[in-house]
């Protein structure tokens, strides 16, 4: 349906209940995460995310959404994002990101990790933590008097200065009670510009990082995000909560 920018900003009722649902969606990823070993396939994983999700009265958002097949998107190795879940089974070294929403009570929580499976190789280690600290990096611009895009160029500077790409394709989006809401948020930008950022606002801020270029390719069964060259890719992704001060993360983890 049709989504405008204010439709990204809550009441404080409907803030509470996206506290909830991110509150679900963040364990649902811990869950996840936990179960990231070699030998573990990730239609394992994705039962045992859709099982939980549901056993606390909500949904996954992801199933069939647009056809999608899986409860999470489990993405290996070169596969950037929307990895469908199989009876391929995880190896030593794999790096794997596990992208998962959950539906309660009228509201989505969307968040996603790339955990290690076993020993990884250091290159790897890297490119998950620049990933990851990309996003921290992006949010300290995520508060009431800064714009959209600070976010994104902060992101960008970040990745591009670690020698990583940011895929252009895919982008972060406001949440809640649909789980892709305006604004698109790109990681890759001005800053200065873009929509100013307002208190209420909910936001899936979510850097996909490519180690080499950022080209990627669609692949046939018309999901599966893989980088071009064949390098590895990673993910991180938190809803949040716009405020005066600190943004709120609405996907943090529990520890
Ligand atoms: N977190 C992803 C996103 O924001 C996951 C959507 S996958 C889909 O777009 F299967 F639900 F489409
Ligand atoms: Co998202």
Known sequence: SEMCIRDSI???????????????????????????????????????????IRSHGAEPSFLNYSGYPGSACISINEVVIHGIPDHRKLLEGDIVSVDV????????????????CGTISP??????????????????FAKEGYRLFDISAAIQQYV???????????VGHGV????????E????????????????????????????????????DGWTVKTLDGKWAAHYENSIL??????????????
């Open 10 to 52: 809550k009441s404080d009722r409907e803030i509470e209940l996206m506290r909830r649902a991110g509150a679900l969606t963040s364990q649902a990823r811990a869950l996840a995460g936990s179960m990231v070993k070699p030998g573990v396939s990730t239609l394992e994983i994705d039962h045992a995310v859709r099982d939980f």
């Open 101 to 116: 929403g959950a539906y309660l009570d009228g509201f989505h929580g969307d968040c996603c990790g790339t955990f290690a």
């Open 185 to 220: 948020i790109p990681n890759y930008g001005h800053p200065g510009r873009g929509p100013r950022l307002l208190r209420g606002m909910t936001l899936a801020i979510e850097p996909m990082v490519n180690a080499g270029s950022a080209a990627i390719q669609q692949m046939s």
């Open 242 to 255: 716009i405020t005066d001060g600190e943004p709120e993360i609405l996907t943090a983890p529990a520890i």
């Open 160 to 170: 591009e200065s670690h020698g990583y790409s940011i895929v252009r394709e895919y």
């Open 123 to 140: 290159e790897a280690r890297r490119l998950i933590d620049v990933t990851r600290q990309s996003f921290f990096e992006g949010i300290k």
């Open 176 to 183: 809640g009670a649909q789980m892709h809401e305006s604004p």
